[in-house]
């Protein structure tokens, strides 16, 4: 790795590093373009809510399944042919989405296009992190927390500007030309700089983890109609997670180091990103639905409501990696939660008379907060993984995330639709991300007592 970062001419990397951003930024944003969309589709498609929002539980558990793909991808093939196809994989399924018709088609799209940007993540870091050299790794990483916390923040608020003006085909029309440009433009100038190895894919690996995630996710859709299907789908889809986890111990070349779970670091970091994710998914998830279907404004109003929190994420996610690199992650993370908790108290108590601007203010500052807290956890957890291991760490603590924060969005609509009155399920929901928060906070706490940082 540090060999590639010494020799790789320097406009190249700018160049590399752009498209990488720029396509990682379209992936991620496409991942939560469908939330102001959702109550649109429900009632064209005369589709139920529970079913609808597989298009965006879909698709953040597509990410996560096929993301620890990508540390195998990027070992047995090229970079630049990795890039190229992943790109073409992410046209096809935004190709699809242009033309459908109806809810399943719709769905394929989405699944097509979380294929792609679920290798396109990760390959984006472990990149990164190759051709840039070891002292600015915080920065680098800094810039991916970004984009990753940044893209799926601002999804919501194009989505509703693109629905309430154009319609919601439009969230593929639009996305598709700038791909196009990517693939030319990464045709044209990305490099070959990794040697492919003899790296054998375990697909049967890939079938049970895909398995098992989709049954565990879906039965918490079915426990509210068919409790006994929704149990025997959970318990399935855990013994199946339970024999991908031993399958992977037991191969020379699993599709994911597990063991890489035993690092306290890692660990316990990943759980802080994770919490938090679950937490910037399920509020983004569940505001739109709440404004739509309860105070009865158009996806356009709910998207905006969600714009200052977007942009106030992106403005302090581009200041803490570089208080990151100079304080560490103590007072950042810290602080970041305290705020998520207090941003919680008008969506616990929300109502069909809470202000909009009272809910912007809200969403702004759990968002400042997630900020505060996502990248320097995601810096945090590779601390102590050794070069060799990077893409592998990577793949995982992105396949965590993605799923948790899939099971979030699900969890939060099920709780929701638990009460007759929508208001009192919204509540439960906004308390359970207050349960997550406060995990965070005792996992960060934890990590505190014997971290490998002298600051601490």
Known sequence: MVNIAKTIDPKIRLIVTALLLFSSFISLTSQTMMITALPVIEHEMDTSLTLVQWLTTGYTLMVGIITPLSSNMYEKFKNR????????????????????????????????????????????????????????????????????????????????????????????????????????????????????????????????????????????????????????????GLLILYFFVKRQLALKQPMLKVQLIKNRSFRLMTLVGICAFMVLLGTEQMLPIFTQNVLHVNSMVSGMILLPGAVANALSAALVGRLYDKYGPKYLIISG??????????????????????????????MIGNALVFSPAMSEAFIEIAPENVSHATALNNSLRQAFGASSVTLLIVIANIPTNFITGMRLSMWTTVILVLLMLFAFLTYLRHSPRKEA
């Open 81 to 236: 042919s990795v890039f190229l196809s992943t790109i073409a994989t992410f046209l096809l399924g935004t190709l699809i989405g242009c033309f459908a018709t109806n809810f399943w088609t719709l769905l394929l799209a989405r699944l097509v296009q979380a294929c792609a940007s679920g290798i396109l993540m990760s390959f984006q870091m472990t990149t990164m992190i190759s051709i840039y050299p070891l002292e600015k790794r915080g920065t680098i990483l800094g810039m991916s927390g970004l984009v990753i916390a940044f893209g799926p923040a601002i999804g919501p608020t194009l989505s509703g500007l693109i629905v309430n003006s154009l319609g919601w085909r439009y969230i593929f029309i639009i996305v598709f030309p700038m791909m196009i440009l990517v693939w030319l433009i990464g045709f044209l100038v990305f490099p070959n700089f990794t040697t492919p190895k003899e790296i054998k894919i375990d697909f049967f690996s890939v079938f049970l983890s895909l398995l098992g995630s989709g049954l565990t996710l879906a039965s918490l859709t079915f426990f509210q109609t068919q409790a006994l299907l929704g149990w025997i789908m959970l318990l399935s």
């Open 337 to 366: 939660g305290i705020l998520m908790l207090i941003a919680a108290l008008p969506f616990v108590f929300i109502s069909k008379t809470t202000p909009l601007w009272f809910l912007t203010v809200a969403y702004m500052l759990r």
